[in-house]
């Protein structure tokens, strides 16, 4: 981590580096030392610092941005930071480029000129990189091949080191200090996705909650995030169609104190028509919303904590 800048209470940090965009930090790691609260939120899925030579690539940029991009749901997790006083980390580099919810090695490594793996013998690419949506995006329903050459394996490790790398590990860090803090921890991974099928007869959820089937958080924690939407008048759904993917599976430890969940929030709340441009109102609400989910789940997390920490318990006696 690099550039540390006060703000207030809060010390904004910038890290990592994004091959092609000099002087522009891969993402933005924002919170009090120490934590007011014992929830980070994170934003793998938002980040708009195209570099020039990475749109040039690009068959249709503006696109497949639009598609590949969680639009604008950074505007979001800013808004409830600063109310909540949560820590915050916001990646910059797109997704086009990199796939922070990747695993490192889910590489279609066809993109590259190859046939097989460089190391045969060792496990094949997972699934999202067979359907196309890989650590390095290769294409997308209706839109089809997203780039106009192969890529160069240099290219690859350029963005592994400078963002992928420091990007996970800064996020492994700042849960760390929140855990310590706190006894317990709760990442909470913010995205946004295109409106869900409406089926006859049929709520259509506006927003879903991932814990990955119940491997990586906490149920009473589920349980306050499901009863908060329904409560504020909005159907959510559990795991399908997101369960969440590489950050919860790498992060979450909720039998050591580390809980995270994977929210989804239904674009059409906070984006026009085209789901291109935010809207005050809709933004200002999906905020609003949120700053009540993560006040109350807040207050879940240290009551985990306190249970689970038993220099909670000593210091109560």
């Known amino acids: 981590m690099s550039n540390d800048e006060a703000e207030g209470d809060s010390r904004r940090r910038a890290g990592g580096i994004i091959p092609g965009a000099a002087g522009v930090p891969a993402f933005t790691l924002t919170g009090s030392e120490p934590s007011a609260l014992p929830v980070l939120i994170a934003v793998p899925h938002a980040g708009r610092a195209y570099p020039r030579a990475l749109l040039r690539d690009m068959r249709q940029p503006a696109s497949a941005a639009l598609k590949l991009e ?167 759904a559990h795991n399908r169609p997101y369960a969440g993917g590489y950050v919860l599976e790498r992060h979450a430890r909720p039998d050591r104190g580390i809980h995270a969940m994977q929210i989804e929030i239904d674009r059409a709340l906070y984006l026009d028509s085209r789901l291109a441009e935010p809207i005050a109102p809709g933004l200002d609400d999906v905020a609003d919303l949120l700053t009540g989910l993560v006040r109350q789940l807040a207050g879940e997390v240290s009551a985990l904590g306190q249970a689970g920490d038993t220099r909670w318990s000593q210091a109560a006696e």
Do not use: K
């Open 70 to 236: 969680d639009r604008f749901v950074d505007r979001v997790a800013i808004a409830v930071a600063r109310a909540t006083g949560a820590t915050l980390l916001v990646a910059h580099a797109p997704r086009a480029m990199i796939d922070l919810n990747r695993a490192p090695d889910d590489v279609d490594w066809e993109m590259f000129g190859r046939n097989e793996r460089p190391d045969p013998g060792s496990f094949a690419p997972g699934r999202r990189a067979r359907s196309g949506l890989g650590l390095i995006p290769r294409r997308l329903p209706g839109m089809g091949e997203l780039w106009r050459r192969r890529h160069d394996e240099t290219d690859l490790a350029a963005r592994i080191t400078g963002i992928h790398a420091p990007y996970h590990q800064a996020l492994a860090g700042a849960i760390a200090a929140v855990r310590e803090r706190w006894g317990a921890a709760l990442l909470l991974d913010l995205h946004s996705m295109p409106p869900l099928p409406a089926r006859p007869g049929v709520s259509t959820p506006r927003f879903v909650i991932g814990d990955r089937f119940g491997a990586t958080c906490h149920g009473s924690l589920v349980a306050g995030a499901f009863a908060h939407f329904n409560q504020s008048g909005y159907e959510a």
